[in-house]
């Protein structure tokens, strides 16, 4: 099996440890105790419920989430919590939202948001293309906003936030789907975090939302309970049947985080190592390969580069997915290039595209 | 691995056939030709597509569904649908709804119901411990109803629906989690019709819709796209990363039914004889087991009973798992024992059941 497997740089679903996949797979028919495979047991039975209990604790001691932080696993996607986020902190609040916009992910959560009430733009990038966050100050905030949202990494542009963006105290709302995880984050920053899994987290179909205590008074009453976070979080994570199979695996992804890599901060520097292979690869390719982002706010996850001759794009894929590089086009929507480069992706893998890339650059300069 | 897995009669998340639950364990670390587990690989690369292209192919040849009726793979269970079908087609409709009230998951639907808009209970089997569905003239249907709300099969009282109720031409929305697969349907007479995987179709995390197209003009535009069926429906079931891994494992299923069964009808004959096993042995014990349902809509799904000493229940139950028939517990809401028999429960599981049951009966009259 192992040599059949390539180097996948896709930006979600997204490559997994290999640990994590070799023991789902010898579990899959029969979990050990269960009698049972995990895609057939309760989400009431014991068995579950130390699953799903060790998979919280597991974030909670990796991301050193706070008492009064509560964590769930909910279903849809970063997508439905864009319109959850503005459903029950902005429909019925009687204020505007400041939303920051950089790049794909946060313009599409101030468009789902402008169904539910009024979005304040308090920063766009879209001038220059989505090629950085904004810096301090440059936000224009209204005070009487009922929270500050932004997307702390931007998977398509491959902009991600050095530290988080100044409130004025109001709430901060953040999608981190794409980097959480990477790097330890302090949560007590933020009133609500959420992460679709299939990043660094997991597989797609379950998506981690940390929200303060306090944030769930906001909830209206006229939302129905899977869209309601005050429901959903009395109902810890088992209002009704979640997405068991893919909390299983966020499980085995945090155990491995915790048992292999050690935490977040080893994390961190094995990414910071990760991307710095590829972005010197960039840096010194005199502009054959053209990163997208400022240097002081690109990302550690997703590397965007183009060619400086486009018509070499179809090549340098078809060489590299040749060589066991795969996934490395970039978005429908920007072209180009991008490697993501996720927590699961071995240091191996990077060296190997790195090599790749100043191989291609040498020949076709 | 075999040996020690158990007969388990859980609701749901429920038992999967063993062919499916091999084919995923033998392919889980690297899906032949994809380089990468399912886990991993790209919801719009080509080996997804032909997934879920094929579970939606499978859906519409088993369920014969029409050509004017979408599929859509979506997250967040039924009960997100309970809330979605009111507000896409209650909360903007200047209409009441009217839910038949038949068990625990067509009251909650209703109750959902209100918070979106005004409902019209036209009947409740409440009075009579939602031991029956409606018969035919009972519903007191309000004409200018939006829709007209049943779910086929209460998978905790056991009460299944024979043929659909009459609607007076109102759009018949069907709730058919714990019973879409067990046996052929009509769909022409429903607009919509929605079920959970995680009974007859796969592991917990995706839901099956089959929506009929005139119903996507209802949604209103001040929806967020994800609880939205017109733009769910347009970005087929891909607006967003769906989950990947439960639909996949639909495919398997839907394969099998197809493949090994040979289909609804084949299902279908050999669920009414798994549930006239179990019938049978009740119907014959003389009172010391007792069904709850009146049997003219008893389930070939989920089969509630009690003992009619309650402190044998204990150790009918543990007694029970130590033969390797397990879960059959009832719900917490009601108590008592349950066997819920889907398509993937064998047949030899529902007569070693059966003669445990006797045996214990023998023993302890």
């Known amino acids: 099996m192992m040599e059949k497997r390539v180097y ?18 010898r579990d899959l028919v029969c979990l050990p105790g269960a009698g049972a495979s995990i895609l057939e047991i309760s989400h009431r039975s014991k068995t579950f ?39 029950n902190l902005l429909r019925d609040s009687g204020r505007p939202a400041n939303y920051l916009v950089h790049g794909t992910w946060s313009q ?11 979005v304040n733009v308090a920063w766009s990038g879209k001038a220059s293309n989505f090629n950085r966050v904004p ?49 330890p984050v302090d949560i007590a920053k933020y009133a609500l975090v959420f992460a679709c899994a299939q990043k ?17 008074a906001c909830s209206p009453a006229n939302l129905p309970s899977l869209v309601n ?23 085995l992804v945090t155990d491995w985080l915790i048992q292999q890599i050690g935490g977040l901060r080893q994390m961190h520097a094995l990414n910071q190592r990760k991307a ?18 400022e240097p002081w706010c690109r990302s550690i996850m997703n590397v965007p580069f183009r060619l400086a001759k486009p018509e070499q794009d179809e090549p340098f894929l078809k060489q590299a997915a040749e060589r066991g590089l795969c996934e490395l086009k970039g978005h429908r929507s920007v072209g180009g290039c991008r490697a993501s480069i996720y927590n699961a992706m071995p240091i191996e893998g990077v060296q190997r595209l790195a090599d790749f890339m100043q191989e291609f650059c040498k020949k076709n300069q």
Request: charged share 20%.
């Open 108 to 118: 599409k959560a101030s468009e789902e948001a402008k169904t539910q009430g009024p």
């Open 200 to 216: 660094n987290a997991g597989p797609a179909g379950v998506t981690i939302v940390i929200i303060r205590d306090d944030l769930l």
């Open 229 to 251: 976070y005050k429901v959903l979080a009395e109902g810890k994570s088992l209002l009704n049947t979640p997405a068991t199979f893919a909390i299983y695996i966020v499980k």
């Open 276 to 293: 710095k292979i590829l972005y010197d690869v960039i840096d010194g390719s005199a502009g054959f390969y053209q990163g997208h982002a």
């Open 49 to 87: 419920d130390k699953i799903i209990t060790q998979a919280e604790a597991n974030l909670r001691a990796l991301l050193e989430i706070p008492a009064n932080y509560r964590v769930l696993f909910l279903q849809g996607g970063a997508i439905l919590q864009f319109g959850m986020v503005a459903m």
């Open 135 to 183: 810096k301090p100050g440059e936000p224009k905030l209204d005070p009487r906003g009922a929270y500050v949202y932004m997307c702390s990494n931007e998977t398509i542009q491959g902009v991600q936030y050095p530290t988080e963006p100044e409130t004025a105290g109001l709430p901060l709302i953040c999608d981190s789907s794409s980097d959480l995880l990477c790097r």
């Open 8 to 25: 996948n740089f896709s930006p979600g679903p997204a490559v997994l440890p290999l640990p994590v996949l070799q023991e789902a797979q």
